[in-house]
């Protein structure tokens, strides 16, 4: 490979349409955490976000902060985001104290400038939970919720031993209640805004879509219990505040935690009868 | 390089007894026996995990490995629209055979016939899997299945979950490992990832692995390696994959000897919303369904400033309904995608960079009513709001074509083995199935298809006569080699502390690839392209600045190597597209038209997988070329007019 260069770093190529507009800007100052390890004890820092445009994301700001920051030679600000679509999960963030930030049923990554306002100060912080360890800067151990998730949160069957699909109906109102619980992205924004750290609506998310369908009866006791006792293994206890499905991007109702605890209840009874009458 | 031969292991026979009568010839691992085997999985989206948890559930000993903190946020997770399957649920005539027919003609005749028929044959099985397995398709009020017809196929064979198909069917492959990987059988490892492949003595012995948060580097070593890590589409920057899709697993087993096939096939999605400065860092999807409803034009007057609904109707070039009388604004994603470059480029793009075209509901809205419209499309409208800012029902959408998916990837024969012995490719990684273009909703098919129907078969016939024997160990010194060139690659990204940021020079690559390797490709701009890339490959080397260590979380450091592999395939694919002297589904070359403009195929000289081998002297692949025969489907041009 061999060759010169003949363009510039940085002029537009030959097809690419050249900007006639450009839009508008806002300043505002950003209060980040950062933290070089979870032994580091952590620091706000101060950053000017000047001329930032209205229609980047709010994770793009960040993008550009960190070019800026390189430039200066300080090292860029660590954070999680992959999809920037609002469906990964991996995008986390405090924004001013919210989870995810002021907007409503939306995640980091689909939070735009245009809500802010010029002049602005904004402060970042990492979702903050015992049971979320902070790994740097602003990205945290949320694997707490995978363990919750393999203590039981499956149907157990092996591919091809399925029947036909369309054996078991499911009625419409069913499988619409089972796809809302299973449409929770796994952020961690309800644990981050729960007063307790309690990580009950991610739980009760994963439990209603499978205890709803009827694939998932065999194992609804088996199951809600499991996965319940290991969360609290890992996280507070929920005091109903609220505060979780506020925050939550897929606006998942707290109505599937007291379908949990419901079920629950009745898997201590279950399990234990069932256990009594083995040999 | 010393001369390859291609052999598909495609069985011969009637073409519906072929996967049948392979799977009674492959050898089998006794189920006792199949914990001796340690494998190791590469990636967690929808290939991996259903790969990983079929293998673990088997009785294998499985390695899982991701560079994600957790299998749930892999790619797969975005996927929006659904997944085929020959069901034929609603009796309209779909059948294995269509749809094995309509994915080869799909695909412009440029895949392997055996494989895409199984992958219809075992379609069926996936739709059962993923049910029984708590998946929320969506249902009709009878309870039973629900299907759309999707990407202009004539049938109704889409399954899906709302707009979260990909989610949905993640999360139920996740849970499936999940529950492996509570029994012991797979061992999970997380923010890992993989920098390097093994061999030893022409054979797979493991791979080298970095841990993001410590950045220790270890080798793991095991009977047979399956790479089901994704597409790499993020070699144009801007893309709709996720942030951290890359090429770099499948690239360094392509650097050990493995053969990398049709780089040059790519697909773009031609409804996305246009990028709005040069900060932008993905671009979004918006649902294929809203040309449907919306109407696409731009202004007869390049310099026209007012804004859409002050130029009046005479002064509107509907340029898809004007030169596709008959499929109008429904033409296929290359279609529209290449038309509306073409107004692009012509300076009629509107919007504030000139880089868009107008998807206009208006019309709709006067025939249908608001809330027929709002029904059909309510959360792409306020998908689109959020981003843009703008009102749909006010003001026409802004789209603009954008890389969406590469149908290029490692070369695997019909049991998903590359052509090194022992290392498999799943998924969107491997270049099987879809030929020069992907059908919509096919792709969730294959990867699931792959790993829970497909490879933990096939892995049998490679394994079972090693039993007993154990794989290379750890601290043998190709092992160790391996790990000292991994490390030695990150201290020298450190090291050059240079002016220009990781991203600067991937969003410089990109627009390279965009301008000269993207929608429509001309040998001038190739050629230019394959002495540009180089130059600024030189400057990367020389002039990145990577801030911070290798033992703790470091970003920039992880897209170094990442970027440093697409500059690598970049060529490759431009040369590879300079290659095909001919047009084929996502792979357009302005010479090689007809005279209406269709893509031109030349089936007598170009019908064959290009096969690339990388050849460390000089940075040119070597090609080999692995012939196509159609016995059932027919070679014929399309036509949309
Ligand atoms: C916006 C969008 C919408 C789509 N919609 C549809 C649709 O409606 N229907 C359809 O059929 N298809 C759709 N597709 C395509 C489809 O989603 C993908 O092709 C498919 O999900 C790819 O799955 P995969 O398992 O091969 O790879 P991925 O899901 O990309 O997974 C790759 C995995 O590999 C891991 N990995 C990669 N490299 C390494 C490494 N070096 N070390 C360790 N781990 C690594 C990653 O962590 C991840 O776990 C869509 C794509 C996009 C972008
Ligand atoms: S319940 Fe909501 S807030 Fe909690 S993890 Fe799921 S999506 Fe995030
Ligand atoms: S980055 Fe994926 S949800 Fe925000």
Redo the contacts with the bound molecule.
Sequence with gaps: MTATMNRPLGEPGASRPKPVHVSKTINLTLKVWRQKGPKDTGRFETYKAEGISEDMSFLEMLDVINERLLAENKEPITFDHDCR?GICGSCSLMINGIPHGPETATATCQLHMRKFHDGQEVVVEPFRATSFPIVKDLMVDRSAFDRIVEAGGYITVFPGSAPDANLIPVPKPVADAAFIAAACIGCGACVAACPNGAANLFTAAKIGHMNLLPQGQAERYARTEAMVDTMEKFFGSCTNHGECQEACPKEISIDYIALMNKDYLRSKLKNRRYLSRKP | MSDITLDSKSPSGPIQDRWTNHKFSVKLVNPANKRKFDIIV????????SAAATLGGLGYNVKA????DT?R????????????AAKNYHGDGDSIYRLFYDTVKGGDYRARESNVYRLAQVSVDIIDQCVAQGVPFAREYGGLLDNRSFGGAQVSRTFYAAGQ??QQL?LGAYSALAQQVHKGTVELHTR????DLVVVDGQTAGIV?RDLITGEVTSHSAHAVVL????Y?NVFYL????M???V??AWRAHRRGALFANPCYMQIHPTCIPSSDDFQSKLT?MSESLRNDGRIWVPNNPDDTRGADQIPEGERDYYLERKYPSFGNLVPRDVASRNAKTVVDAGKGIGPLKNGVYLDFSSSLLRLGRDVVKERYDNLFEMYERITGEDPFKTPMRIYPAV??TMGGLWVDYNLMTNIPGCYS????NFSDHGANRL??????Q?LAD?YFVLPYTIGDYLAPQLNQKPVPTDHPAFKAAEAAVRDQNARYLGVKGKYSVDHFHRELGKIMWDYCGMERTEAGLNKALAEIPALYTEFKKDVKVLGDDQSVNQSLERAGRVDDFFQLGYLMCQDALHREESCGGHFRAEHQTDDGEAQRDDENFSYVGAWGFNHAVADGTLHKEPLSFEYCKPSQRSYK
């Excluded at chain 2, 089901?228 to 597409?231: E, K, L, P, S, V």
């Design positions: 679509e | 590469v990636g967690t989206g929808l290939a991996g995990a490995f991701t560079f994600h299998p946020r892999a790619h797969s997770i975005a996927a929006q629209g659904g997944i085929n198909t990909g993640l890992s990832e993989m920098l692995v089901a890590t994704g597409g589409g893309s709709t994959n996720a951290a899709c890359n770099t697993a999807l969406h998916y799943m998924g969107e990684a919509g909703a096919s792709a969730l098919m990867g790993g």
